[in-house]
């Protein structure tokens, strides 16, 4: 059995890597990385920062067809809350063939930093089952929610007792996505413009560019004004 590691570098997925390493030694790991081509600038060394200090190499994976913005264009529209394109093909599907290329063992364990309190939908979802698109006569595939139970303040306070940082951006988010995402608030895209105006402006632009808005409020540039 081997444990596939979906790390972000956020806290959730600090936090997880944390717990795994401590809880299971002796297990065989991949940390894996998605780069969606929207990240927040100096993610991915970050993110090695984080996992060697677990003595772990960091995979980092990319789609072979895509990147956020070239989606973006070839849709002509951003994702949405019903079309989140940016998991689904830009993490999730990258992911999955890296392990299909990579993992041997006949039992994997595919290892996710979601948690039950961050939505509605988060936490209807099972701690553990068995990925049917990933298992096949070769290999069985589960999905594992490892912190699936923890409230937000434990993350924090399980972080802080045990001397892991958190990545600079929770300076001024709370939720460490993509430079901007669609599940921001105003005050998150306010607090965007002030610390990262570089990813407003390519929002605004690529808006124009489309001729269609990430949010439904409105262009970006009018509803952070």
């Known amino acids: 059995m081997e444990l596939v590691i979906n790390f972000s570098g956020g806290k959730d997925s600090c936090a997880m890597l944390h717990y795994l390493c401590t809880r299971y030694p002796n297990h065989k790991k991949h940390v894996v990385f998605a780069d969606t ?7 991915e060394q970050w993110c090695r920062d984080i996992v060697s200090r677990y003595g772990l190499e960091l995979h980092v994976v990319r789609s072979s067809t895509k990147d956020f913005f070239s989606m973006v264009r070839h849709r ?17 599907g ?39 698109t990933e298992t096949n006569g070769k290999r069985t595939v589960w ?68 001729g269609f808005t990430m949010f439904q409020s409105g262009n970006i540039e009018t509803i952070i004004t």
């Open 76 to 92: 002509r529209m951003f994702p949405g809350m019903q079309t989140r394109q940016c998991t689904s093909d830009l993490k999730r």
């Open 37 to 43: 081509g929207w990240e927040h600038k100096g993610t």
């Open 143 to 210: 999905n594992w929610l490892p912190i699936h139970d923890w409230p937000e303040q434990t993350v924090y306070e399980y972080l802080e007792s045990n001397g892991i940082p958190l990545h600079p951006v929770y300076s001024f988010l709370r939720r460490f996505s993509c430079r901007v995402c669609i599940y921001m608030t105003i005050q998150d895209l306010k607090q965007v413009k002030a610390n990262d105006p570089e990813a407003i402006r390519i929002i605004a632009e690529t808006e124009k560019e489309i």
């Open 94 to 132: 990258p992911i999955a063939k890296w392990i299909r290329n990579n993992v041997r063992s006949k039992v994997i364990i595919n290892c996710l930093g979601i948690r039950a309190d961050e939505s509605t939908s988060r936490a209807k979802q099972k701690r553990l089952v068995r990925n049917k």
